[in-house]
């Protein structure tokens, strides 16, 4: 598996906005979710992005922006608009139908759980903006004819389609920027150890049999490996492992055995004392706190 795609697993709308007639200008308008990462998409018009203490950013027709939360962020028709700002949130309460004046706005507010790894949130900017040429363009295409037909129905048809969307844009911005670690899975060497991980974190792997995969001595693997990720390999496994279990103990009904075995562990007392010792707490308490 291709680790971006395991970062990005956790990432869920948890609401969606379709701007309304407040959008014509003079507007501002506060997005006060307190999301961890909150996509912004013109489908009609433009706006600017004000996000803490970084410049305003333009977001017109076809670009698609991502503001990193919790913090609010104002949508503006202006970089510098003094107008008292409207508060809203990503729950649907201000959907509207596409005007043909103003700016129609998609929004979608996503409340990253603690399943995804903070190496994503960390790379990411207070605010980016993939602009109109990126791939995801026919996939805003196909929202803006839906929401004019009036067919998506739900709001749980919009949030999918948003998740698509903010993954593609993601996709196409860590492509245009990539990390360190990003860029490892091109490396020649690394490039097959990083996937054998994700395709396998239950695997039994040691360094020496990380080090015979890639064709070099655990002492070379060991140094490019931090050199290129920022971690060892071992500790990059146990991170992966535990997002992927704190993705189970979320998500199903498993019991804490079967987590552990799913990630790679012998047993649930293992499992649940390397649990605690990455996270904080333990499996149970972490289910619980999930499911509250």
């Known amino acids: 598996m291709d680790p971006l795609d395991d970062l990005l697993r ?9 701007g309304t007639p407040v959008l014509t200008p003079p507007y501002a308008l506060r997005f006060v979710d307190g999301a961890a990462l909150t996509l912004v998409a013109p489908l009609r018009g433009e706006g600017w992005i004000v996000a803490g203490d970084t ?3 333009r977001v017109g027709p076809g670009d698609t ?3 990193l939360g919790p913090e609010p962020f104002l949508f503006s028709d202006a970089p510098d608009r003094l107008a008292a700002p409207v508060d809203v949130r ?6 509207a139908k596409p005007t043909e004046d103003g700016t129609t706005l998609l929004a979608g ?3 990253v759980r603690l399943t995804l790894p903070q190496r994503l949130l960390a790379e990411l900017p207070p605010a980016l903006v993939v602009t109109a040429d990126h791939d995801c363009s026919s996939l805003r295409d196909y929202l803006e004819q839906r929401i004019a037909a009036g067919a998506l129905g739900r709001h749980q048809t919009l949030d999918r389609l948003l998740d698509w969307l903010m993954i593609c844009t993601l996709r196409d911005w860590f492509e245009l920027n990539p990390p360190a670690w990003y860029q490892a899975l091109g490396d020649n060497l690394l490039g097959p150890v990083l996937r054998a991980m994700h395709r396998s974190p239950e695997a039994p792997w040691t360094l020496p049999a990380l080090a015979n995969l890639a064709g070099i001595s655990r ?3 060991s140094r490019r490996f931090t050199d290129l990720t920022g971690e060892s390999p071992l500790a990059y496994l146990t991170d992966l492992r535990m997002t992927l279990a704190a993705e189970l103990l979320s998500d199903t009904d498993a019991t804490v055995a079967s987590v552990a075995r799913r990630v790679g562990y012998a047993d649930a007392f293992s499992f649940s004392a390397a649990f605690k010792r990455e996270r904080g707490t333990s499996p149970s308490s972490y289910t619980a706190a999930a499911g509250a």
Do not use: H, K
């Open 10 to 18: 956790g990432v869920r709308a948890e609401g969606a906005l379709l």
């Open 55 to 57: 410049p305003a950013q």
């Open 65 to 67: 922006a991502i503001v």
């Open 90 to 95: 990503c729950d649907g309460s201000l959907e």
């Open 109 to 111: 507010a996503y409340n």
């Open 219 to 221: 002492t070379t693997l």
